[in-house]
Protein backbone atom coordinates (compact mmCIF):
# COMPACT_ATOMS: atom_id res chain seq x y z
CA UNK A 1 0.00 0.00 0.00
CA UNK A 2 0.82 3.54 -0.73
CA UNK A 3 -0.24 6.43 1.68
CA UNK A 4 -0.61 9.97 -0.14
CA UNK A 5 -0.64 13.20 2.34
CA UNK A 6 -1.62 16.32 0.40
CA UNK A 7 -0.64 19.70 1.72
CA UNK A 8 -0.72 23.59 1.08
CA UNK A 9 -4.53 24.20 0.00
CA UNK A 10 -6.05 27.22 1.33
CA UNK A 11 -8.21 30.59 0.21
CA UNK A 12 -6.07 33.11 -2.26
CA UNK A 13 -7.55 36.15 -3.51
CA UNK A 14 -7.35 36.12 -8.24
CA UNK A 15 -4.00 36.27 -8.85
CA UNK A 16 -2.10 35.22 -6.24
CA UNK A 17 -0.09 31.69 -5.47
CA UNK A 18 0.00 28.50 -3.43
CA UNK A 19 2.39 25.45 -3.28
CA UNK A 20 0.82 22.12 -2.90
CA UNK A 21 2.75 19.29 -1.50
CA UNK A 22 2.34 15.14 -1.60
CA UNK A 23 4.10 13.45 0.18
CA UNK A 24 4.32 9.70 -0.42
CA UNK A 25 4.74 6.37 2.01
CA UNK A 26 4.85 2.72 1.98
CA UNK A 27 5.56 1.03 -0.87
CA UNK A 28 6.53 3.47 -3.08
CA UNK A 29 9.63 1.49 -4.86
CA UNK A 30 7.06 0.53 -7.84
CA UNK A 31 6.06 4.06 -8.39
CA UNK A 32 6.57 5.42 -12.02
CA UNK A 33 4.36 8.77 -11.91
CA UNK A 34 2.57 10.70 -9.82
CA UNK A 35 0.12 13.41 -10.65
CA UNK A 36 -2.68 16.08 -9.48
CA UNK A 37 -6.28 16.35 -10.46
CA UNK A 38 -8.89 18.60 -8.88
CA UNK A 39 -12.32 18.24 -8.65
CA UNK A 40 -14.76 21.47 -8.45
CA UNK A 41 -18.49 20.71 -7.16
CA UNK A 42 -20.75 19.35 -9.29
CA UNK A 43 -18.07 18.51 -11.72
CA UNK A 44 -15.92 15.85 -12.65
CA UNK A 45 -12.65 14.84 -11.85
CA UNK A 46 -10.53 16.44 -13.98
CA UNK A 47 -6.79 16.22 -14.61
CA UNK A 48 -3.92 19.18 -13.77
CA UNK A 49 -0.10 17.76 -14.27
CA UNK A 50 1.34 14.93 -13.53
CA UNK A 51 5.68 13.95 -13.94
CA UNK A 52 7.30 10.81 -14.73
CA UNK A 53 9.22 9.51 -11.38
CA UNK A 54 12.25 8.21 -13.13
CA UNK A 55 12.63 10.91 -16.16
CA UNK A 56 11.00 13.92 -14.68
CA UNK A 57 9.58 14.84 -18.02
CA UNK A 58 5.49 16.31 -17.19
CA UNK A 59 2.62 17.09 -18.62
CA UNK A 60 -0.08 19.42 -18.04
CA UNK A 61 -3.83 20.39 -18.64
CA UNK A 62 -4.41 22.83 -21.24
CA UNK A 63 -5.89 24.95 -18.74
CA UNK A 64 -2.98 25.64 -16.27
CA UNK A 65 -0.35 24.97 -18.76
CA UNK A 66 2.31 28.27 -18.25
CA UNK A 67 0.59 29.34 -14.44
CA UNK A 68 1.09 25.58 -13.01
CA UNK A 69 4.90 23.64 -12.07
CA UNK A 70 4.44 20.49 -10.77
CA UNK A 71 8.20 19.33 -9.83
CA UNK A 72 9.61 16.49 -7.12
CA UNK A 73 11.96 15.59 -4.71
CA UNK A 74 12.78 11.77 -5.06
CA UNK A 75 14.69 12.14 -1.11
CA UNK A 76 11.50 13.42 0.22
CA UNK A 77 9.61 11.10 -1.73
CA UNK A 78 7.29 14.72 -2.19
CA UNK A 79 5.34 15.82 -5.32
CA UNK A 80 4.86 19.48 -5.60
CA UNK A 81 2.56 21.47 -7.69
CA UNK A 82 3.01 25.27 -7.56
CA UNK A 83 0.25 27.29 -8.81
CA UNK A 84 0.54 30.96 -10.01
CA UNK A 85 -1.60 33.81 -11.42
CA UNK A 86 -4.74 31.88 -10.28
CA UNK A 87 -8.29 32.15 -11.62
CA UNK A 88 -11.28 31.65 -9.35
CA UNK A 89 -12.30 28.97 -11.99
CA UNK A 90 -9.14 27.10 -10.50
CA UNK A 91 -11.23 26.91 -7.35
CA UNK A 92 -11.53 22.89 -6.08
CA UNK A 93 -10.61 20.00 -4.51
CA UNK A 94 -6.96 19.37 -5.18
CA UNK A 95 -6.13 15.40 -4.97
CA UNK A 96 -2.43 13.76 -5.46
CA UNK A 97 -2.47 10.39 -6.67
CA UNK A 98 0.69 7.94 -7.33
CA UNK A 99 1.36 5.69 -10.62
CA UNK A 100 2.86 2.28 -9.79
CA UNK A 101 3.94 -0.28 -12.23
CA UNK A 102 2.18 -2.48 -14.24
CA UNK A 103 -0.07 0.43 -14.77
CA UNK A 104 1.22 2.15 -17.97
CA UNK A 105 -0.67 4.45 -20.19
CA UNK A 106 -1.28 8.27 -20.31
CA UNK A 107 -0.60 10.16 -17.60
CA UNK A 108 -3.60 12.00 -17.65
CA UNK A 109 -6.31 9.57 -17.08
CA UNK A 110 -7.29 8.96 -13.50
CA UNK A 111 -8.00 5.30 -13.97
CA UNK A 112 -3.94 4.48 -14.23
CA UNK A 113 -3.46 5.92 -10.97
CA UNK A 114 -4.06 3.01 -8.39
CA UNK A 115 -3.72 5.10 -5.18
CA UNK A 116 -5.02 8.86 -4.29
CA UNK A 117 -4.44 10.99 -1.12
CA UNK A 118 -7.88 12.70 0.85
CA UNK A 119 -7.29 15.73 -1.18
CA UNK A 120 -6.57 19.48 -0.41
CA UNK A 121 -8.91 22.67 -0.92
CA UNK A 122 -7.90 25.51 -2.62
CA UNK A 123 -10.64 28.20 -2.75
CA UNK A 124 -10.12 31.32 -5.04
CA UNK A 125 -11.59 34.94 -4.72
CA UNK A 126 -12.68 37.81 -7.18
Known amino acids: QVQLAESGGGLVQAGGSLRLSCEAS????????MGWFRQAPGKEREFVAAINWSSGSTVYADSVRARFTISRDNTKNTVYLQMNSLKPEDTALYFC???????????????????WGQGTQVTVSS
Open 26 to 33: GRTFSRTA
Open 97 to 115: ASRHSPYSGSLTSAGLYPY
